[in-house]
């Protein structure tokens, strides 16, 4: 990891300092844009499941319905995590794509993290789907039922 990460990460800004991306200001803006939604999307469902996690009685997660498993435990089906089961995934990705998108399109290789990136996080997705049966049981299939999508609602 201490060479892979900085290596991987560095790839869109190393193609920038000698290539020109070319984008229009309307490009720069959109795909800033959707660095800024990615970044906002991955803290704020990370938020709000940490905020219940430590107390679901606190004033900004309250409101947010969940499902009792059997192991005594609640699983998030409204906010965001009622939109997917892996949402924070999704912003952390769009974050990811966004620095690439920054380059233009002259180049595959500046695409390498976000590709890289989505193969690691449906990897991840599938592991956790497995683990997470194996450890609610018939509530995981209830809770997957009450919240079909992955990533992203409504599609996967």
């Not at 290539?19 to 803006?29: C, E, I, M, Q, T």
């Not at 704020?44 to 219940?52: G, H, T």
């Amino acid at each position: 990891d201490l060479a892979w990460v900085p290596f991987t990460y560095s790839l869109p800004a190393r193609y920038l300092a000698t290539h020109d991306a070319g984008l229009s200001p309307l490009l720069l803006l959109l795909f800033s844009l959707l660095a800024c939604f990615g970044f906002y999307l991955f803290r704020a469902a990370n938020s709000q499941k940490n905020a219940f996690r430590t107390d679901p009685n606190a004033p900004e997660v309250r409101h947010l319905e969940f499902m009792e498993t059997k192991r005594g435990t609640r699983l998030l089906t409204s906010g965001w995590w009622g939109l997917a089961r892996k949402i924070n995934y999704s912003g952390d990705w769009l974050y990811g794509l966004s620095w690439s998108l920054l380059t233009g399109f002259g180049s595959v290789s500046t695409y390498f993290y976000p590709i890289y990136f989505a193969i690691l996080l449906v990897h991840r997705a599938l592991r956790d789907d497995v683990a997470c049966a194996s450890k609610y049981g018939d509530d995981w299939q209830r809770y997957k039922q009450r919240v079909p999508s992955m990533f992203i609602p409504g599609l996967i």
